[in-house]
């Protein structure tokens, strides 16, 4: 059964930095494609950004130039580098993957992890 399990969550001040872990198990094959998705109470849950397993990457243009997203393939692990941190950020974060298919806006993977919070907050 496959799991994904994310980290790093946390609070921090604006303008500062975090970087968000998943790492998975359950999987003898590569995923196609990770992602992180994010959601605030009330809201949709929004793709933030996509890594496929050649490091093809995809951004929500409001993430653009702030976040950046890698992977491990070998460990079928994913990260979120998150810069310059804003109030609009808050959200619980979620990591998403899929083992056949590209993950796009509004096309996400067939695997999700619990969320981990983050809250940008003076």
């Known amino acids: 059964q496959v799991q994904l399990v994310e980290s790093g969550g946390g609070l921090v001040q604006p303008g500062g930095s975090l970087r968000l872990s998943c790492v998975s198990s359950g999987s003898a094959r590569s995923f196609i494609a990770m992602a992180w998705y994010r959601q605030t109470p009330g809201k949709r849950r929004e793709f933030v950004a996509a890594i496929s397993n050649g490091g093809s990457t995809n951004y929500a243009d409001s993430v653009k130039g702030q976040f950046t997203i890698s992977r491990d393939n070998g460990e079928n692990t994913v990260y979120l580098q998150m810069n310059n941190l804003k109030p609009e950020d808050t959200a619980v974060y979620y990591c998403?993957?899929?083992?056949?298919?590209?993950?796009?806006?509004?096309?996400?993977?067939?695997?999700w992890g619990q969320g981990t919070q983050v809250t940008v907050s003076s």
């Open positions: 998403n993957a899929d083992l056949f298919d590209l993950i796009r806006v509004g096309a996400p993977g067939d695997y």
